[in-house]
């Protein structure tokens, strides 16, 4: 990026975080949270608002004295990605930047 901030549509980023899961199968918060280029404080609603949906799934997990947030799509949610999302992005493609990539 050239020093400005970049500006990513709610529905991009949900489907960016479903894709990702759906790649990677289940991740810990803090992968899923990197991976997608986000910030949890900023994002962790779009993160809760998908599970109380329906469509990715989390599970806390004891790992000694820590506990670890796991994620992992759901049926319903790799469903919605390709009958409401990616048709969505054919009509409304993502903005290219600078280099002519796709801003994820």
Request: net charge positive.
């Amino acid at each position: 990026m050239s020093g400005t901030a970049s500006y990513r549509d709610r529905i991009y980023i949900i489907k960016d975080i479903i894709l990702i899961l759906v790649q990677y199968g289940e991740l810990n918060q803090t992968a899923l949270v990197s991976f997608c280029g986000l910030n949890l404080k900023k994002h962790k609603s779009i993160l809760e608002e998908l599970e109380s949906n329906g469509l990715i799934q989390s599970e806390e997990r004891h790992l000694g004295k820590r506990i670890i947030t796991m994620y992992k799509p759901t049926a319903k949610g790799i469903e919605f990605c390709k009958t409401i999302l990616d048709p969505y992005e054919t009509l409304f493609p993502r903005k290219k930047n600078d280099s002519g990539k796709k801003e994820i």
